[in-house]
């Protein structure tokens, strides 16, 4: 209260001073001087007790925490048009990839080739001898070796063991699939001339009085597999080998 009357007083002194002298004839008297209360506020607030304010930078900075930033909307899927004409949106569907299998070697393994190892077994100089769990067959030689050649044996179902000989011998067979294997196979052909396409391949030795034999194939990935219908397939350059080293009449063993 003190400040603002003292600041009254002060007012109404200068006005009844500049205003209280009788103006004297042919004077227009001044206006009253009236002070703007504005510019007593400076003094009024170093009157007051202090208060501590934030400076600009600091509101701005405050007001910025404060201000609430707008939702993010979840993104919708995007749908694709069947058609650019089609008036219903449909999603599209994504095929499921499909497995590929990888392609069958057409390489025969290494170890499936033609090569010479020690024989001390029971089987005089040359007797064929095959072994069906190794897929080898073993023409025994009279110094104490064998020639040893990779061969494809009978699938599961298919297998068979025993001692026979070698009853006729062909180069370039001819193909006449037996019945049983024509039930079972109706695409089969009741016979196909003997040649490069032929599954007998270049050359045949047959065993005794069953349906096997020992023979070429056009398919020489398949040695050292179990793949056949009982018969011992060979490379064609290997069959031909051991077609040119036995005779008719040779002992063959199969294990």
Same mark, same amino acid.
């Given at each position: 209260?003190?400040?603002?009357?003292?600041?009254?007083? !002060?007012?109404? =002194?200068?006005?009844?001073?500049?205003?209280?002298?009788?103006?004297?004839?042919?004077?227009?008297?001044?206006?009253?001087?009236?002070?703007?209360?504005?510019?007593? /506020?400076?003094?009024?607030?170093?009157?007051?007790?202090? =208060?501590?304010?934030?400076?600009?930078?600091?509101?701005?900075?405050?007001?910025?925490? $404060?201000?609430?930033?707008?939702?993010?909307?979840?993104?919708?899927?995007? =749908?694709?048009?069947?058609?650019?004409?089609?008036?219903?949106?449909?999603?599209?569907?994504?095929?499921?990839?499909?497995?590929?299998?990888?392609?069958?070697? $057409?390489?025969?393994?290494?170890?499936?080739?033609?090569?010479?190892?020690?024989?001390?077994?029971?089987?005089?100089?040359?007797?064929?001898?095959?072994?069906?769990?190794?897929?080898?067959?073993?023409?025994?030689?009279?110094?104490?070796?064998?020639? $040893?050649?990779?061969? !494809?044996?009978?699938?599961?179902?298919?297998?068979?063991?025993?001692?026979?000989?070698? @009853?006729?011998?062909?180069?370039?067979?001819?193909?006449?699939?037996?019945?049983? +294997?024509?039930? $079972?196979?109706?695409?089969?052909?009741?016979? +196909?001339?003997?040649?490069? /396409?032929?599954?007998?391949?270049?050359?045949?030795?047959?065993?005794?009085?069953?349906?096997?034999?020992?023979?070429?194939?056009?398919?020489?990935?398949?040695?050292?597999?179990?793949?056949?219908?009982?018969?011992?397939? +060979?490379?064609?350059?290997?069959?031909?080998?051991?077609? /040119?080293?036995?005779?008719?009449?040779? @002992?063959?063993? =199969?294990?």
């Amino acid at each position: 209260m003190f400040p603002k009357a003292l600041a009254f007083a !002060g007012v109404l =002194v200068l006005s009844t001073g500049l205003s209280g002298t009788p103006a004297t004839a042919g004077q227009v008297s001044p206006p009253p001087l009236v002070l703007s209360p504005n510019l007593t /506020e400076p003094w009024m607030l170093q009157l007051q007790p202090q =208060v501590q304010r934030r400076s600009t930078a600091q509101r701005y900075q405050f007001k910025q925490q $404060r201000v609430q930033r707008p939702r993010v909307q979840q993104q919708q899927p995007q =749908v694709r048009r069947a058609n650019w004409w089609s008036p219903r949106q449909q999603p599209v569907r994504q095929q499921p990839q499909r497995q590929t299998r990888a392609p069958q070697s $057409r390489q025969i393994a290494p170890q499936f080739l033609p090569t010479i190892v020690n024989y001390d077994g029971p089987h005089k100089a040359g007797t064929i001898v095959i072994d069906t769990n190794e897929r080898f067959l073993y023409l025994v030689q009279s110094d104490g070796t064998a020639r $040893r050649y990779g061969v !494809g044996v009978g699938k599961p179902g298919f297998e068979w063991a025993g001692t026979h000989k070698v @009853t006729r011998k062909a180069e370039w067979p001819d193909w006449r699939p037996p019945a049983e +294997m024509r039930k $079972r196979r109706p695409d089969l052909p009741t016979f +196909m001339a003997g040649g490069p /396409e032929n599954p007998l391949g270049a050359r045949a030795m047959y065993l005794g009085s069953t349906l096997y034999r020992i023979h070429g194939s056009n398919q020489p990935w398949t040695i050292g597999h179990a793949v056949s219908s009982g018969c011992i397939r +060979m490379r064609n350059e290997d069959v031909m080998d051991l077609y /040119e080293r036995v005779k008719v009449g040779t @002992t063959v063993h =199969v294990i």
